[in-house]
């Protein structure tokens, strides 16, 4: 399973904590970007941006295709947004019940905080407002205490962050918060106290839990992919985008390598093979060469020297050369389709065409001298021997 790298974003420090390698409850580190690059690689990269640069909205629109919803959503929410649509990012959540939720955050926070990552060498897969990381329960909101502010989370995609003084004002008037809910659970640092009267007021039963370590640990510890909208969506997606198919193709493309090293590895090994049985065939030309022409010493360009001196015999005795050809002509097919054979010595003299010859059994042998006497050659053996399942045969042929 593949580790994964909390990241809390701060102005200019970050918080960061790797779960698989550490404990499950270990604090997190503080520190640079920079610092992640090594630890960032092999991981799930989880980003956490600040809740109150995050709007988290509803919008009620009919059903539609996602990409004519990307388009309406924005109109949808214009009159709820200060800031001009063109210069917003929407991301979407899962539609629920006819509306669906939406994160929306300004295009230059966006901009920013993927530079920094980018700087650093490191490639986000999920971008989150911290609020929907916070533990999350039915029927209830779950409200952790920061310093002077408030994390809440008040449904699986809705949250928002609060001043804590103003806490009780805005739960009770804020339309985002209607109906306020029946429990509250309320996340503090442990050896500080909840904040007074911050939330007496409300008619919703309190429970309080101290936290032992930072935020982060809380945050990575209850986040959850499938409660949750992803910022990096549209033209932020392309760059996370590449990163995962990367990560889910790196092992195929490993493999690819290694298979591609030993086809190259058997081509050589072939080569090889091939290199050795010309080498071996060579040797056999040479041999059949010194065999009809004894007296050669110089055994370079073979097929050329046999030419001449073919040549030669023929200027020299054309009649008897003439005969020669015709004979291996006749008996040349029959000898190349005899499977396994291997010539010894060829000899010609007075109109005679002496043959020795190695080939795998009696049958085979007898084989290729019928065909020799179907052609209208006559045929004479002159001996037969067999030795390690081989048969040595001398024929004179005419």
Avoid at 63 to 88: C, G, H, K, T, Y
Avoid at 135 to 155: F, K, M, Q
Avoid at 360 to 372: T, V
Wanted: charged share 25%; proline share 5%.
């Amino acid at each position: 399973m593949t580790d994964r790298l909390f990241i809390r974003l701060d102005d200019d420090e970050v918080t960061w904590l790797r779960q698989g390698v550490m404990p499950a409850e270990a604090p997190s580190q503080t520190g640079s970007l920079s610092d992640l690059s090594e630890q960032a690689v092999d991981c799930q990269v989880i980003v956490f941006v600040p809740g109150n640069d995050v709007g988290l909205l509803t919008a009620k629109i009919p059903p539609m295709s996602r990409q004519r919803m990307v388009m309406a959503i924005p109109f949808a929410l214009e009159e709820q947004l200060i800031a001009n649509i063109d210069s917003l990012h929407f991301a979407f959540g899962k539609r629920e019940d006819g509306s669906v939720p939406v994160a929306v955050v300004a295009d230059e926070l966006m901009s920013a905080w993927l530079s920094r990552f980018r700087e650093a060498g490191i490639h986000p897969d999920i971008l989150v407002p911290e609020t929907l990381a916070l533990p999350l329960a039915p029927d209830a909101w779950t409200i952790l205490v920061d310093e002077e502010e408030g994390l809440v989370r008040s449904g699986a995609l809705s949250g928002f962050v609060v001043d804590l003084p103003n806490l009780s004002l805005l739960l009770q008037h804020s339309p985002d918060t209607a109906p306020l809910p029946q429990r509250i659970h309320l996340l503090r640092r442990m050896g500080e106290s909840a904040p007074a009267g911050a939330i007496s007021d409300l008619n919703a039963k309190i429970t309080e839990e101290a936290y032992r370590f930072d935020i982060l640990s809380i945050l990575g510890g209850h986040f959850d992919e499938q409660r949750t909208i992803n910022l990096l969506q549209g033209k932020y997606n392309q760059e996370a985008g590449i990163d995962r198919i990367w990560r889910a193709w790196r092992i195929p493309a490993a493999l690819l390598v290694v298979w591609f090293l030993i086809w190259i590895s058997a081509a050589f090994l072939d080569m090889t093979r091939l290199s050795q049985q010309s080498q071996d065939l060579e040797g056999e030309i040479q041999g059949v060469y010194r065999q009809v022409f004894p007296e050669a010493r110089n055994m370079s360009n073979l097929r050329v020297r046999m030419e001449r001196s073919l040549d030669a015999l023929r200027k020299a005795n054309p009649e008897h050369m003439v005969g020669f050809l015709e004979l291996l002509d006749k008996v040349g097919s029959d000898l190349q389709s005899a499977a396994n054979m291997r010539l010894i010595s060829i000899h010609f003299r007075a109109g005679e065409l002496e043959l020795r010859m190695e080939i795998d059994d009696l049958q085979a042998f007898e084989k290729l001298k019928a065909r020799l006497i179907r052609t209208g050659l006559s045929v004479e053996v002159q001996s037969v021997t067999t030795r390690d399942s081989r048969v040595t045969a001398h024929l004179e042929i005419r």
